[in-house]
């Protein structure tokens, strides 16, 4: 026998009996134990996520080196470790799922993911090679076919589920430069915003193109790509000898939600003979809904598109996604085979193998969560969440533009806006420091946790509405808190119009 799993109801006499030391099988009773004990843990943990503080103690350096740890010679308890993981562990963190977090790009974690994760991982079958599992990865190939018809990509499209959006764009990267450099890399520039995620350079980087081939080109007062300087600097490089192959634009950037004008760069790579890559990874999913396409428009065209349905498609952390137009493209730049290998199929454009689509052979079953989410909502549903969410930062941007002292930087283009703090005759400075202050008291009042970034040379507070626990409710409360701070920080400064600190 092994270790007691509860501490309740077994014995020591379990441990000393352990004459099968290389049995590593739990019997069926307590299989059953240790996953109801750790599903009413999680159903608990979820149903008190909105009143869970928006974050919890992070600040722990000094008690993160007291569980360094050895691995142990003696397995232990289970329960005692639940404990200390619902208890201990899990609340020392920002609150990701929870309701009121409208920090960076949240994605909430819809539960059927989680139930599809389990059952992946007791049923552990492999979905690298489509042979060794064929409706299995069928099913993940219908999950992709499902995000290929939702962003009109025609038929001819090939997909990958990555590990998050970088990922995709790091394989995105590899089928530009396949296709435009072949084994002449050196000379290939990448154009992108100012703007764009930081993804990007480091997925060139370990595409093989170096950072000083990824020219950033510079925003407009809407922090969108300026075309006009792209297609300069493009001109330029092309007459100093240089291979400009790829423009990467971006549906929602992660600072200010800015949607590059996507159609024009469309129509210019096309003209020129670029690739386009969207980074989708916040915005993407917008375009699920017909009637927001028009905020996207140009996104159907490109020739790949980073989606992250660990954001806009609400599920748990751990999975991106990838669209190629020219599906060939993206299995050129991933086949490979082993003399252990099945033969390759003769028709690979009716069989998904996702290993021939990606870098990975073995790998988890990303697929099935995807499709079991949208099995059980339905499409319907998952529309109608991302579109409310769309609704919500527009109420709230309104709300929140109109309070004394607010000046709004980013008006939403998707979910996300920007903004600062300022009072007449306040420095930059000044506006600053009260920016982050504000941020700060809103969330140490516990329900709502907003996050900042630089842009435009100023330090903004931004608000992200993407989790589908994210209702009117917090958007109420998130506009009266950000309301009853701002009237405190503007009462310390104005009124003298200069800085008045009261003496304790
Ligand atoms: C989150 C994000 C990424 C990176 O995606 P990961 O899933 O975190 O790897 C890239 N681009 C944008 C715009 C993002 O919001």
């Known amino acids: 026998m092994r270790p007691p799993l509860m501490t309740m109801s077994s014995t020591s006499t379990d441990v000393q009996g352990d004459t099968d030391l290389a049995n590593l099988e739990y019997s069926a009773d307590e299989m059953r134990q240790m996953g109801d004990a750790t599903l009413a843990r999680a159903v608990e943990h979820i149903t008190s996520l909105a009143s869970q503080p928006v974050s919890g103690e992070v600040d722990v350096d000094t008690y ?50 989680a139930i599809a994760d389990f059952i992946q991982n007791t049923t552990n079958r492999y979905t690298g090679i489509w042979r060794s599992a064929p409706a299995l990865v069928q099913l993940e190939a219908n999950a992709l076919g499902w995000i290929r018809e939702w962003m009109q990509f025609p038929e001819s499209a090939g997909g990958l589920f990555t590990t998050g959006g970088s990922m995709a764009t790091f394989n995105a990267i590899l089928c530009a430069r396949e296709k435009h450099l072949g084994a002449d890399i050196r000379p290939g520039v990448i154009y992108t915003s100012a703007q764009v995620h930081h993804s990007v350079a480091k997925s060139a980087n370990l595409a093989g193109i170096m950072p000083d081939r990824v020219h950033r080109i510079e925003v407009d007062e809407q922090f969108r790509m300026r075309t006009d300087l792209m297609a300069r600097a493009i001109e330029a490089d092309r007459r100093a000898g240089l291979n400009p192959f790829l423009v990467v634009s971006s549906a929602g950037t992660t600072n200010t939600g800015a949607v590059d004008p996507l159609e024009v760069i469309a129509n210019y790579c096309a003209q020129e003979g670029l690739w386009h890559h969207v980074d989708g990874a916040y915005g993407g999913f917008f375009y699920m809904c017909p009637q927001l396409r028009p905020l996207l428009t140009g996104l159907e065209r490109a020739d790949s598109l980073t989606l992250d349905p660990h954001k806009g498609l609400f599920l748990p952390y751990g999975t991106g996604a990838l669209l190629v137009r020219d599906g060939a493209a993206l299995r050129r730049v991933h086949t490979a085979t082993g003399d252990y290998m099945p033969a390759m199929p003769d028709d690979p454009d009716n069989c998904y193998d996702p290993s021939q689509h990606g870098p990975d052979l073995s790998r988890g079953f990303p697929g099935l969560r995807v499709w079991l989410s949208v099995q059980l909502y339905g499409t319907e549903k998952l529309r109608a969440a991302v579109s409310e969410k769309r609704e919500l930062a527009l109420k709230a941007a309104s709300r929140i533009g109109h ?14 806006f920007a903004f600062h703090l300022e009072w007449p005759g306040s420095t930059l400075d000044e506006q600053n420091v009260a920016t982050t202050v504000l941020l700060d008291r809103v969330r140490d009042r516990g329900k709502i946790l907003m996050t900042g970034c630089t842009a435009g040379g100023r330090f903004l507070a931004r608000v992200c509405v993407l989790s589908f626990r994210t209702r009117q409710e917090q958007i109420d409360t998130c506009v009266q808190h950000v309301a009853d701070e701002v009237k405190r920080i503007l009462a310390d400064h104005t009124g003298s119009g200069r800085p008045s600190r009261q003496p304790d």
């Open 64 to 113: 993160c080196r007291t569980l360094l740890e050895p691995a142990p010679e003696k397995g232990s308890a289970f329960e005692p470790i639940l404990e200390q993981l619902f208890r201990e562990w899990i609340p020392k963190s920002l609150t990701t799922p929870g309701p009121g977090f409208l920090g960076y790009i949240p994605g909430g974690g819809l539960y059927p993911a």
């Open 403 to 416: 309070l004394p002292g607010i000046v709004m930087d980013a008006p939403p283009q998707l979910s996300l």
